[in-house]
C-alpha cells in the first residue's frame, strides 16, 4: 500500500490482525497526486526555462530557491504529521519567529554561547508545541481555536522580546547558518536531513505508522490500544521543535532575528502539505510528496519575481493555490 492512500481502519483489538487489501497495477496506480504534482512541477520548470533562458535555469536561481524554501521544507515535515493524524497547527510561523527572537536574545543580552543558545530556542519551541498539544487532546479545544489563540501568545511574545528584531548576531552563531557545502547553504542540508529521517520514519517505522490510524478513525485507534492522546502530544511536539529549528537555522542564515519572520508561513506550508498529497481529513500523506509541494510553491514564487509582479499579487496566487488545493482534497475524499 502507498501512503498517499488512507489505510484501513482497525478494528478493536490488535492491529496486526488488519488485512491490507491485494492491489493490482495499473496506471491508475501511478497516477498519485503526488506523482501528478511532480509532472505539474516539471512543466512548469520548463515553461520558465523557456520564458527565462538566461536567468531561470542557472545554478544561482536554484540554489536561491531552495535556500528559500528551506525554512518551509524544514517546518512541513512536522506539518505533514499532523494533517495525517486529522490535526493541523497555524502557530508555527509565530514559533519561528519567537524561536529566532528568544535565541538571539540569549545571544546578546544573556551573552551564552551560541550552541547553548541553539539548545535552549529549541527546548522553548518544542515546550510551545507540547503546549499546542496538551491543549488540543487534553483540555478538547478544537486545533483551529488553539492554535490560533497560540499563533497570537507567540507572536506577542517575540515582538515583546525582540521589537522589531536583533541585528547583528554573533560570528559564532551565524557560521551555522551561512557554512556551505558543494555550494548550497547549510539550512538546504538540514532540511534535506530532516526530510529524509522524516520519510523514512513515516514509511517504515511501525511507531509513527500509528498516525495513519489515528487520522483514519482516532476511536477506532484507541479502541486498538494506541494511545493517541499522547501520540497526538507527541506530533505537536515535534511541529514546535521543527518551527524552532527552522526559525534558529533562519536567523543563524540571515544573522538576525527577525520578530515577524514567519509571518504568514503557516498558510504556505498547509498549502504545500496538501498538494504533496495530504488530506484535511486525515490518513494520508507523505514527507516526499510534501517536499515536492513546498518546492512547488517556491517555484512559483520564483516565477513571479521573474514576472516581476509584486508581493500583493504572489499573495493572492498562494491564496488561490490554497484554496483549490482544499477543493481538490475534499473532491478525492468524496471518491474514495
Do not use: H
Not at 510534501?290 to 510553491?297: E, H, Q
Amino acid at each position: 500500500m502507498t501512503m498517499n492512500q488512507r489505510e484501513p481502519t482497525p478494528a478493536a483489538g490488535t492491529l496486526s490482525a488488519v488485512a491490507l487489501p491485494r492491489r493490482t497495477l495499473s496506471l491508475r496506480s501511478y497516477l498519485t497526486r503526488e506523482t501528478l504534482l511532480v509532472a505539474l512541477t516539471l512543466t512548469a520548470i520548463v515553461g520558465a526555462s523557456l520564458a527565462y533562458p538566461t536567468s531561470f535555469p542557472t545554478f544561482r536561481n536554484f540554489s536561491a530557491l531552495l535556500r528559500n524554501m528551506a525554512m518551509d521544507g524544514i517546518m512541513a515535515c512536522g506539518m505533514v504529521i499532523l494533517l495525517v493524524s486529522g490535526m493541523f497547527d497555524l502557530s508555527v510561523g509565530s514559533m519561528l519567529s519567537l524561536a529566532g527572537v528568544l535565541t538571539g536574545w540569549l545571544l546578546t543580552r544573556a551573552q551564552l554561547p551560541a550552541p547553548l543558545a541553539i539548545v535552549a530556542g529549541l527546548g522553548i519551541a518544542a515546550l510551545g508545541g507540547a503546549l499546542n498539544g496538551w491543549i488540543v487532546a487534553k483540555v478538547r479545544v478544537n486545533a483551529l481555536i488553539a492554535t490560533l489563540g497560540t499563533m497570537q501568545i507567540f507572536r506577542g511574545i517575540a515582538v515583546l522580546v525582540g521589537g522589531p528584531g536583533i541585528a547583528n548576531l554573533p560570528p559564532s552563531f551565524a557560521q551555522w547558518g551561512q557554512a556551505q557545502w558543494l555550494g548550497l547553504q547549510a539550512p538546504i542540508w538540514l532540511m534535506l536531513v530532516v526530510a529524509t529521517v522524516g520519510q523514512f520514519l513515516m514509511a517504515k517505522s511501525r511507531f509513527f505508522r500509528r498516525y495513519y490510524y489515528i487520522g483514519a478513525n482516532a476511536k477506532a485507534a484507541s479502541l486498538s490500544g494506541i494511545p493517541v492522546d499522547r501520540m497526538l502530544i507527541l506530533a505537536f511536539t515535534l511541529m514546535g521543535l521543527l518551527a524552532g529549528l527552522a526559525g534558529i537555522a533562519f536567523a543563524s542564515r540571515m544573522a538576525t532575528a527577525n520578530s515577524t519572520a514567519g509571518d504568514g508561513a503557516e498558510l504556505r506550508i498547509i498549502t504545500a502539505v496538501i498538494l504533496g498529497g495530504a488530506s484535511l481529513q486525515g490518513g494520508r500523506g507523505t514527507v516526499w510528496g510534501t517536499l515536492v509541494g513546498v518546492f512547488f510553491i517556491s517555484l512559483i514564487n520564483n516565477v513571479m519575481i521573474f514576472a516581476r509582479l509584486s508581493p500583493e499579487w504572489q499573495s493572492i496566487v498562494i491564496g488561490m493555490v490554497l484554496v483549490l488545493a482544499v477543493a481538490m482534497d475534499r473532491f478525492l475524499s468524496r471518491r474514495v
